[in-house]
């Protein structure tokens, strides 16, 4: 396994109360909004943590190692690997890459409401994908609503809302009807936001977030002068999450790069590279990731106290 501790120290996790994380806010200076009010909601989110603890809730015990006041709080994950994975192993098709991918998705989202995580956003299917052989894409969008189906029970057992993020101009209407109805019967769960970016580009969302501004000003809505970082990051599509900006973001199969994925949001976030493909990526390397996560300092740029 690999890990790059990039010198990018961002939010000191030791801060428990949002008044506290007030302090460290960097601020607007015209209208004095918080720059980066995720601060606050990371505070909020240790409260939210610690009270479903004392009530006995969900929350179980970590594994050794991990400490509950520095996990992170949204987790980005590029799944990459599973045609590696199945040639590697002789297969002649993508596909069973693509359907071992799908067991470990299933593996991370269980650790993920085990440990508390809040958001889990997955690049489930990359907008740059569409160019790839048109069976293997056929087979994923089948792959996507036959998991979705089958793991509705479970999301309102486990209380998983459902979310995704992308150019839906271009999924089968099946899907699109399926993944409707799957977000409305999932909205009021709250234990854990899974986000899954199809037919997602990174670049794509900074060009329809300025688009949307730029109707505004136009219609009188928004002035000129009132455009700044946050008024652009309300017009994301991870706007849907309590959490829209990912604190650690893993990529497997070795390979460097973020690939278009969340280019806005993922401007101070932790990367951990694992050489594992996707569909070998288990518990172990996770708490992997999250080890190496939990041993960085965050600051937003500050300086270290």
Sequence with gaps: MQSLNFPIPIYNNNITTPQKANHFLFRNRRDQTPRFPTLLLAAEHDLALKDEENKGGAVVPLPEGLRREVMPRHVAVIMDGNARWARQRGFSAASAGHEAGGRSLRELVESCCEWGIRVLTVFAFPYD?????????????????????????????????????????????????????????????????????????????????????????????????????????????TNCSQYPCPDLLIRTSGELRISNFLLWQLAYTELFFAEALWPDFGKAEFIEALTSYQQRQRRYGGRHS
Excluded at 198 to 223: E, F, L, P
Excluded at 225 to 234: G, M, P, R, T, V
């Design 129 to 237: 994908n569409w160019t790839r052989p048109k069976l293997e894409v056929v087979f994923l969008m089948s792959l996507f609503e036959r998991m979705l189906q089958s793991e509705l029970d479970n999301f309102m057992r486990k209380g998983i809302r459902v979310s995704t993020i992308g150019d839906s101009s271009r999924l089968p209407e099946s899907l699109k009807k399926l993944v409707g109805d799957v977000e409305e019967k999932t909205r009021d769960n709250c234990r854990l936001h899974l986000i899954l970016a199809i037919s997602y580009s990174g670049k794509y969302d900074v060009t329809q977030a300025c688009k949307s501004i730029a109707h505004k000003v136009k219609d009188g809505i928004v002035q000129l002068e009132d455009i700044d970082e946050s008024l652009l990051e309300q017009e994301l599509e």
